[in-house]
């Protein structure tokens, strides 16, 4: 890792995890289909009320949190931009390729910016 610091980046449960990291040295999150409705008192990651960009990608037919889930937890989370991945669920079949360029495409317009 260099001074510009690192980007957490997390799957599913593991996403949950990566929002509860806030040290100093984070620039961001991507959340890729993170399960927030399904865990008690989801609205709590300590990533939201963090000023720091957040990205949140979640599956149209997600079985563990619908994308309107998610709208509704995450309403008053600072700096946070949501995007549904239509035609899949939680598990993202199909559509993986698609996730990654699109995180990359994402990782390089922050460096930009």
Known sequence: MDDR????CGYSFG???????????VIGWIAVAPPLAALPNSTRVLASGDPRQKLLLIGE????????Q?????????????ETITGVDHFLLGRTQWVADHV?????????S
């Not at 610091?5 to 957490?8: A, E, H, M, N, S």
């Not at 996403?15 to 040295?25: D, I, K, T």
Request: aromatic share 8%; hydrophobic share 40%; net charge negative.
């Open 15 to 25: 996403s949950v995890v990566g929002l509860n990291v806030v040290e100093p040295r």
């Open 61 to 68: 037919h997600d079985q563990f949190s619908t994308p309107s």
């Open 70 to 82: 998610i709208v509704h937890t995450t309403g008053e989370w600072i700096n946070s931009h949501q």
């Open 5 to 8: 610091g690192v980007w957490v």
């Open 104 to 112: 990359a495409q994402w990782l390089k317009n922050a460096e930009q």
